[in-house]
């Protein structure tokens, strides 16, 4: 219930207003290549301003890419991902740590407000969590690396990228990558406990969802009606239903606490 609410009240906030193509979001993707390795040996900066090395740990690692000012469901994914691996009783620096790389060039400062509004009821993932920028160079080294493609709308400032979960193994092996808006707390717990045996990764035959729920789901971008990259009544019909989820949820809150008031 919780991971459809975030996702439905982000999808109701989306502005309609995008620019990229269906030419140019079909480049968007993380296609990993064979033997895929955490970069390790890049230079970031954290949330704090201090530099930080991205290189191989003790535990698993989790990455993520995000843009810190998306207007879109990288906040939402962020929160997610953090309350999944809260729920399946994973400690992180303990069972894992969570890196998230920035897209753009925001700075440590956006990365700190995002941390304060997306993970005010998660503290300790918040307080571990890795929150990096860097160079372009830098942050094309690592998505070259991954396989990972981004594109970037200038007219909105907002990338289209993809909101997958690379998780690593102790020794840096990609181990599992897995969608951000649909993963769920024993899954995640399954992928950590591979990436501790060393598991590796092995790409599917296919993608596993090509329908146009899966690749909003999957894409972190504008819902662009205004361009045509999907039509006005699929934005309507998406919006309308994010309104009625969060309306019941309201519902259902308000019912459930006069029935308390009623057994007291």
Do not use: N
């Not at 970031?44 to 301003?49: E, I, M, S, Y």
């Not at 649909?182 to 993608?207: C, H, M």
């Amino acid at each position: 219930m919780r991971r459809a609410l975030v996702l439905a009240i982000a999808l109701a906030a989306s502005p309609a207003a995008a620019a990229l193509t269906p030419a140019d979001l079909s480049r968007v993707g993380s296609t990993p290549p064979a033997g895929a390795l955490l970069p390790a040996g890049l230079g970031f900066v954290d949330q704090q301003g201090a530099r930080y090395a991205l290189a191989d740990g003790p535990v698993p690692t989790v990455l993520l890419f995000a843009d810190y000012s998306c207007k879109h469901i990288c906040g939402p994914g962020i929160t997610l991902t953090a309350g999944a691996l809260h729920d399946a009783g994973l400690v992180p620096g303990r069972d894992y740590r969570m890196v998230v790389i920035g897209l753009d060039g925001d700075g440590p400062g956006v990365a700190r407000q995002l941390a304060s509004e997306r993970l005010r009821s998660l503290p300790l993932e918040a307080q571990a969590m890795e929150l990096l920028t860097g160079t372009p160079a830098t942050i094309a080294a690592a998505e070259k690396a991954l396989g990972y493609h981004a594109e970037y709308d200038a007219a909105a400032d907002q990338f289209a990228h993809d909101a997958a979960i690379y998780i690593f193994s102790p020794g840096g092996a990609l181990s599992a990558l897995l969608p951000e808006t649909a993963s769920t707390a024993p899954q995640l717990a399954a992928a950590i406990a591979r990436a501790r045996a060393d598991a590796v990764y092995v790409a599917p035959a296919r993608k596993t969802d090509d329908s146009f729920a899966g690749r909003i789901s999957a894409i972190c971008y504008g819902l662009a009606a205004e361009h045509g990259v999907y039509a006005r009544p699929a934005i309507l019909a998406l919006r309308l239903g994010g309104i009625a989820l969060v309306v019941a949820f309201a519902g259902f809150l308000a019912w459930s606490l006069r029935r308390q008031r009623r057994a007291a």
